[in-house]
């Protein structure tokens, strides 16, 4: 997506050394790309409604493997859906 112009993105995860690496991986071809450690069932630093769009790639998978699988995952739909109009 950056790549097709899609510049203003931030990537969460739980997983500093997810974030770092990543960041890394991505900061010299994509510089404008935001990186944050984040907790995607409480994510009080983002304004409601400030994301045209949020995509999940697999942060689901891994709350449904988990413990309280499906309070944690209704807790990520929440924060995300006051987030943004569209979630994928
Ligand atoms: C299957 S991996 C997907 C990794 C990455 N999104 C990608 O597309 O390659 C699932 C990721 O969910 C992250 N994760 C698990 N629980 C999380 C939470 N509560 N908040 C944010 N990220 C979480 C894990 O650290 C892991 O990196």
Not at 40 to 67: E, H, P, Q, Y
């Amino acid at each position: 997506m950056y790549d097709k112009g899609y510049k203003h993105i931030y990537n969460v995860d739980i997983s500093p050394v997810v974030i770092e690496q990543m960041a890394k991986r991505n900061g010299y071809n994509r510089p404008e790309m935001k990186w944050e450690v984040m907790d995607v069932r409480d994510m009080a630093n983002f304004k409601s409604d400030m994301f045209d769009l949020i995509i999940d790639k697999s942060t689901i998978d891994a709350l449904l493997c988990g413990d309280s699988a499906f309070l944690n995952t209704a807790m990520m739909m929440k924060v995300q859906h006051n987030l943004t109009l569209t979630y994928l």
